[in-house]
């Protein structure tokens, strides 16, 4: 069947390092793409999209890569601040209403 | 703006009792949907709302119902709470179209006994 997931499920990085979130898709129609942002207690929070007819998208300190040959996608954060400890879990698209929310990572900062 | 507005933010219900939870927003978005959270999975879609007075349901909609009879609302009535149904719930809205960029409120908790 068609899965969105994460390959670890835990990760921690020092501060001020990159921190580099992975995500594997297996739905090869999926056209659009979106990291989510999840703060304890709080609901999930935009932060980046792609679409399949990209492979690199940047916002602020963030860029997602997508690779379709191998059904990837990751999330980058630079020089990871405290604020950015929270779960991310990647969501895929296809056509107008189907969507497949991945799992979730939780990323950890150390100080 | 509010945002997504979902009340309550806790609840606890027994077996068999019946209950809504509301969500709002101001933001004018078409595009109204439901998720629900459990440890261990992503987020599954209960039912979506792709403007006021159409409705359509998602992966997992059974034990639930809503409706849409204004762009700002869209409730998510439980017609006899089961433990099955303890969960986080999320209401979620967009610009549009569908599922792009989604706006979610805070969350209710729900704990059915």
């Known amino acids: 069947g068609e899965s969105v997931g994460l390959h670890l499920p835990t990760l921690s990085v020092q501060e001020g390092d990159n921190s580099i979130i992975n995500c594997a898709y297996s739905?090869?129609?999926?056209?659009?793409f979106i990291w989510y942002k999840q703060e304890s207690g709080k609901g999930p929070q935009f932060i980046i999209d792609i679409r399949s007819n990209m492979d690199k998208r940047q916002g602020q300190r963030v860029t997602v890569l997508l690779n379709k040959t191998v059904k990837h996608l990751s999330l980058q954060i630079a020089a990871t601040q405290p604020g950015d400890s929270a779960v991310y879990f990647c969501a895929e698209i296809e056509g107008d209403d189907k969507i497949i929310f991945g799992k979730g990572t939780r990323l950890h900062i150390l100080p | 703006n509010a945002g997504v507005t979902q009340t309550p933010k806790f609840q606890v219900l027994k077996t068999g009792q019946s209950m809504t939870l509301q969500c709002a927003q101001d933001m004018n978005h078409e595009y109204m949907s439901w998720y629900r959270q459990d440890p261990g999975m992503g987020l599954r879609l209960i039912h979506y709302s792709v403007g006021a007075g159409i409705t359509d349901q998602g992966e997992v909609p059974n034990g639930y119902n809503v409706s849409r009879s204004t762009t700002e609302d869209f409730p998510l009535r439980l017609l006899s709470a089961a433990p099955s149904q303890t969960s986080v719930y999320f209401c979620?809205?967009?610009?549009?179209?569908?599922?792009?960029?989604?706006?979610f409120g805070s969350g209710t908790q729900l704990s059915v006994l």
């Open positions: 979620a809205s967009s610009p549009g179209p569908f599922n792009e960029k989604l706006f």
């Open positions: 739905n090869s129609a999926s056209d659009y």
